[in-house]
């Protein structure tokens, strides 16, 4: 679980362009959108292309965004539930 | 504002819903949305998104616009509904006047270059530059300029699916300026995987036929065509017997400053257009008589559009209804489609349907007309276009009292 | 006011890695550097303190620095929001952008390249950085027209639309660009 957030901070950084944001300075818990980390609806976007990208998960439903990608610890949990899911 | 007038003589549209005006009020008066599976553009999105496409291939296109089948399906549809929209002003020969031709567009030649980009991506020295020549937006306005015969003014303006509108604004400037006589402006756009492909990233397509207003709404459908609307000044109207539909007596734009794509949920940038333009024709919001939607069926859209009308009108809506129900969201040509709707609608009396409207928006007090009507009295008549970057344009077209 | 008639408060140039600011090099770097790095060094001088800029295109992010330039050496003061204006043109339109779209569409297309695929987008990120909400128009033709961009900042000022506007070129398209901006004041 903590491979996978850091994994994933660095994967959002990168997606993201977030040139000026460090991957630890990702809190697990941070809110990624608005007061948190300050992220967009095209960001969000971008985070259900990473998904697909990297973990072949695919989100049909963009409604489902806010609950999935609050913060990378909610991220983290989504895919293992998805992999746990499939195996 | 009199002596400064702006007078509508005419106008013409292709679209989804009709080859010519005509045909489309006949599609509104029957309640025939034009909604299908693409047949002429090629994806692989095919059976997932229906779209609403021009009813013709480009070969019969090029016929009636006297151009040449190869070249992009945008110039071809702008030639053809700018033809209709002069021959309904009944001004008579072209060259007898400084005309100007402002022509609005998002995709310019996409559709050639996509033809050219698949064969280029396989081998660098393959596909036809013929292909990719008319690729930038203002050459589309160049060639339509050139078959129509029009040489004094030639622009081309690109601020997303408020283009066509902003492209009358500023043709109404040229006349205000006594620039050019008479102005045909307006916009074109055609369907291509390109804005097909970018709006389903962007995961605000809709699947079904879109729902514009109505509380299930979940996207827009992507549509294709052209619309121009012909305006004279007042100087030049004395000087001639014209026949005009109406005035065109208010416009502004006005910028969100939210979001690249999103509106803001408090409309403000709608609200600023809405308000500065009534302003300008000098009407409070009890005059006006039914208003054109920007009304895209996305859920950020119509919301804020929303907000922004119960804001202005309060508790005393007029009519509304979003036209696009039937001919889908033609992006640059939109506001100018539109605009021909709008000033017919007060020539006519005309009050158009909102289809697919079943369920009131819980945010709203108000909802759209869902059925056709004419004679009315229609003396005021807005239409709205909102678009990417913020680029937010209102017309306000009225009777002339005198007539 | 000058031999247009207009009130020109300010001017930015910004070609071959080189900005001047009413005719004078204020800041530049090696001409052979290339347009990302250019604009990533230019941002850094010129404030950062605007993450989001990352994110931009290259047509934005040339217009967004524009804006910076002269708006940092004289804000625009006293104007209400809606009465702030913008007027640009150029002549590739988004196409520099249009191709980076197309080049991702081989994998995944990016929703974050396909917004910026319209011309008008930089007016946005310039509206949105100065909270600017009036007129918005962006002409696309094959040269820089100054004589109508400056006629049509005239009529606006004229007929009361906008009190203040900056108005000019932002051009794009591969490693070639040139940026005119003139803010203007009524």
Redesign the interface.
């Known amino acids: 679980m903590e491979n996978l957030m850091a994994t994933l901070k660095a994967q959002i950084v990168e997606q993201?362009?977030?040139?000026?944001?460090k991957p630890e300075d990702i809190g697990d818990d941070m809110p990624l959108f608005k007061d948190g980390l300050?992220l967009d609806s095209?960001?969000a976007?971008?985070l259900i292309?990473l998904l697909?990208?990297h973990y072949r998960i695919r989100i049909a439903n963009p409604e489902k965004g806010p609950e999935i990608f609050h913060s990378v610890r909610t991220i983290a949990d989504f895919i293992t539930a998805h992999q746990q899911q499939n195996n | 504002m009199s002596g400064n007038d702006v007078w509508v003589l005419g106008g013409g549209v292709i679209c989804g819903i009709g080859n010519n005006v005509p045909e489309c009020i006949a599609s509104f008066r029957q309640m025939k949305p034009g909604m299908t599976t693409m047949q002429y553009l090629s994806s692989t999105h095919r059976d997932s998104f229906p779209v609403v496409e021009v009813k013709a291939d480009n070969a019969t296109l090029a016929a009636r616009a006297g151009l040449p089948a190869h070249i992009s399906r945008t110039a071809l549809l702008s030639a053809v509904a700018a033809k209709e929209a002069w021959n309904s002003a009944q001004l008579g020969n072209i060259r007898e006047y400084r005309v100007g031709l402002v022509s609005a567009n998002?995709v310019?030649g996409?559709d050639k270059t996509e033809d050219f980009?698949a064969e280029y991506l396989q081998d660098n020295q393959s596909g036809r530059l013929r292909n990719v020549v008319n690729?930038?937006?203002?050459s589309i306005t160049e060639l339509v300029a050139d078959t129509l015969g029009i040489r004094h003014h030639v622009?081309?303006?690109?601020?997303?699916c408020s283009s066509s509108a902003?492209a009358i604004m500023?043709g109404a400037?040229l006349l205000k300026?006594n620039l050019v006589d008479v102005v045909i402006a307006g916009g074109t756009d055609a369907l291509t995987r390109?804005t097909l492909?970018?709006f389903?990233?962007?995961m605000i397509l809709d699947q079904q036929a879109c729902r514009p207003f109505d509380d299930t709404r979940t996207g827009l459908n992507l549509g294709e065509g052209a619309g121009y609307i012909v305006m004279v000044s007042d100087a030049i109207a004395k000087k001639m017997e014209i026949h005009p539909w109406c005035k065109l007596t208010g416009y502004?734009?006005?910028?969100?400053?939210?979001?690249?794509?999103a509106s803001s949920p408090d409309g403000?940038?709608n609200y600023?257009a809405m308000q500065?333009a009534m302003e300008m024709a000098g009407i409070t919001p009890a005059d006006m008589s039914y208003i054109n939607l920007h009304g895209t069926g996305t859920l950020n859209n119509d919301l804020s559009e929303g907000t922004a009308i119960q804001r202005l009108f309060g508790n005393a809506v007029p009519p509304v209804s979003s036209t696009k129900s039937f001919t889908g969201h033609t992006l640059g040509a939109s506001g100018g489609i539109e605009a021909v709707f709008a000033a017919l609608a007060v020539k006519e009396g005309y009050l158009y349907p909102n289809a697919q409207f079943s369920h009131q928006m819980k945010e709203l007090t108000f909802s759209p007309v869902t059925t056709f009507s004419e004679g009315n009295v229609i003396n005021n008549v807005m239409s709205n276009s909102f678009?990417?970057?913020?680029?937010c344009s209102s017309l306000v077209f009225s009777k002339d009292v005198n007539t | 006011m000058d031999s247009t008639g207009l009130n020109i408060t300010g001017s930015v140039v910004i070609r071959n890695n080189r900005i001047y600011r009413n005719n004078v090099v204020i800041w530049e770097t090696p001409e052979d550097q290339p347009l990302p790095d250019f604009l990533?060094a230019a941002y850094d001088h010129f404030s950062?303190q605007y993450?989001k800029f990352?994110?931009m295109d290259h047509l934005s992010k040339l217009g967004w620095l524009a804006a910076e330039v002269l708006l940092q050496h004289r804000p625009f003061t006293g104007y209400a929001?809606?009465q702030v204006g913008?007027i640009l043109a150029n002549?590739?339109?988004s196409?520099d952008t249009?191709l980076r779209?197309?080049d991702s569409?081989k994998?995944?297309?990016?929703?974050?390249l396909?917004?910026?695929?319209?011309?008008?987008?930089?007016?946005?990120?310039i509206?949105?950085r100065h909270?600017?909400?009036?007129?918005?128009?962006?002409?696309?033709?094959?040269a820089y027209d100054e004589q109508?961009l400056m006629?049509?900042t005239k009529?606006l000022l004229a007929?009361g639309?906008v009190s203040a506007v900056l108005c000019g070129w932002i051009e794009v398209m591969g490693s070639g660009y040139e940026v005119i901006l003139h803010q203007i004041e009524k």
């Open positions: 993201l362009n977030l040139q000026e944001v300050g095209i960001d976007l971008e292309v697909q990208q | 998002t310019g996409m980009f690729h930038e937006c203002g622009s081309t303006i690109s601020t997303a902003n500023y400037r300026n390109f492909n970018g389903n990233t962007l502004a734009n006005a910028n969100d400053a939210y979001h690249q794509t403000i940038g600023l500065q678009g990417f970057g913020g680029n | 990533r950062g993450p990352h994110k929001p809606e913008l002549r590739s339109a196409l249009d779209y197309f569409i994998e995944f297309p990016s929703p974050a396909f917004v910026y695929t319209l011309a008008n987008i930089v007016m946005g990120e509206s949105i909270g600017f909400k009036g007129e918005n128009a962006f002409f696309t033709s094959d109508l006629d049509y009529q007929e639309a």
